[in-house]
């Protein structure tokens, strides 16, 4: 939820934040009122149960002849107490309905507008050209045995595939080379449940209105699928007072992701960039506000240089306030460029959240980083205090929450299709080359070199 002070006190920030996002401005005064509903409910409780205490005191001081005669009183103004207690409880549902139709406040200068309304901030490296007509990801995965959508299709449905073979060993050296660049700047590598309480996935802020992208177990279980760790690393610190005296945790998550990509029909079904489970490693953050948007630049500055390495052109792109989810006060998209498409495809996306998931999970700090409150260690050791959920400590505050993509799954589409060879090989980027055994270039499945004297006839 959004903070209730600067609620109260800058309800125009709070409403020009959401016409920024497209979104309804009347949600800002149905939340005011709904607020002051709910004090005014829950004022008019303590007061008759302070009532009722006081009488009660006069009750049992009573002579005894007078309580029969009190007793009537002591009834009436027990059940009056009843029913203020039930409406202040109705009153703080409805705040808490109303609250959460207030997506997260957007940091200044985030552009106005929609999915198109995004500002290009630079572009990077050379856009590939070739002397052949290029093949896309999935043909050439095909010609290497690395993709196998068939099978996939055949076994689970659309949208479903097989790495196999090289295409396989690809995703894993991509995953060790962020794995390797993770741990070279501090975060601590995490391997995460995927399947988490609805309480978690509603405090990252994944059950609102893209609800239908999630996989739901029903019935005995009541879990969700993640679509990315950023869910269980945000609930990692659910309800503790965390340790930032010795700067941000981080932590890398490396899971499965599902994503039921509803209403995405006819978008992208040709190989494998909309797809339904993918494997990911997820930048997570926990830091003192403050230090949040310093802290966002880092991620994406993680982020270029792994594309930079790999040899992949791209931009960054600051996304635009309506196609943010509703976490998010700020998110950077890079998208690399996909040769046969023509065009930018996103491949990371890093997102801001300052203090919104941390509010509805509880996670806090305290400022000025008294070390004897909590054992957490610099780069997100496990070490926390557990602050409980009965509200916050006046000397704590909640932390920024950030989060960010490392590698994922996609990323093979704009490496073969980026390095593809006129005989269907792919050149391997030097950087994941340790990671591929020394491999330097992929062979169609099959390819056979040829004999030495044969090599030297033909040159």
């Not at 507008?113 to 590939?128: H, I, Q, T």
């Not at 909309?274 to 993680?302: C, G, I, S, W």
């Not at 600051?318 to 023509?342: F, H, N």
């Not at 509880?362 to 557990?386: E, I, K, L, N």
Request: charged share 25%; aromatic share 6%.
């Amino acid at each position: 939820m959004i903070d209730l002070a600067l609620l109260r006190e800058n309800p125009e920030l709070v409403r020009r934040s959401q016409a920024a996002r497209g979104n309804d401005q009347a949600t800002v005064d149905v939340a005011l009122e709904a607020d002051r509903s709910r004090r005014a409910a829950l004022t008019a409780f303590e007061e008759l149960r302070a009532e009722q205490n006081a009488f009660g005191k006069l009750v049992a001081k009573a002579p005894k002849e007078e309580k029969a005669a009190l007793v009537a009183q002591v009834k009436e103004l027990a059940e009056r107490v009843k029913q203020a207690q039930q409406a202040a409880g109705e009153a703080s549902d409805a705040a808490a309905a109303a609250l959460a139709r207030i997506e997260n406040v957007v940091i200044d200068g985030v552009p106005a507008g929609g999915e198109a309304n995004f500002v290009e901030l630079r572009r990077v490296g050379e856009v590939p050209t070739f002397d052949f007509e290029p093949r896309d990801h999935l043909e050439i995965g095909e010609i290497l045995g690395a993709i196998d959508m068939e099978r996939g299709a055949k076994v689970s449905g659309a949208r479903f595939y097989f790495l196999r073979g090289i295409g396989a060993r690809l995703e894993i050296a991509l995953m060790n080379l962020a794995l390797d660049k993770a741990l070279q700047n501090d975060f601590v590598p995490l391997i995460t449940p995927t399947l988490v309480r609805p309480e978690i996935m509603q405090g990252t802020g994944f059950l609102g209105e893209h609800a239908d992208e999630v996989y739901h177990l029903d019935k005995d279980d009541d879990l969700y699928l993640v679509g990315t760790s950023e869910v269980a690393l945000a609930g990692y610190h659910k309800d503790e007072i965390v340790d930032l005296s010795r700067g941000a945790l981080r932590y890398a998550g490396w899971s499965t992701c599902y994503r039921r990509e509803a209403g995405s029909h006819g978008k992208d079904t040709r190989g494998i960039i909309r797809v339904h489970q993918f494997n990911k490693l997820e930048m997570f953050v926990y830091t003192n506000p403050e230090d949040a948007e310093a802290e966002h630049l880092r991620l994406v500055a993680l982020q270029e240089e792994m594309l930079t390495s790999l040899g992949l052109s791209y931009r960054v792109i600051d996304v635009a306030a309506g196609d943010l989810g509703s976490s998010a006060a700020r998110k950077y998209d890079i998208e690399a460029w996909v040769p046969t498409q023509g065009a930018f495809r996103e491949l990371t996306s890093t997102s801001n959240c300052t203090t919104y998931q941390a509010r509805r999970l509880d996670v806090r700090h305290r400022p000025g980083g008294d070390p004897s409150t909590g054992s957490g260690t610099q780069g997100g050791g496990a070490g926390t205090q557990a602050g409980g959920s009965g509200g916050q400590d006046k000397k704590t505050q909640h932390v920024a929450t950030l989060n960010g993509t490392l590698a994922t799954t996609r990323w093979i589409v704009a490496l073969l299709e980026t390095h593809q060879q006129a005989d269907g090989s792919v050149r391997v980027p030097e950087v994941l080359r340790p990671y591929l055994g020394g491999l330097d270039v992929l062979r169609p499945e099959g390819w056979v070199a040829e004999p030495a004297e044969e090599q030297e006839s033909t040159a």
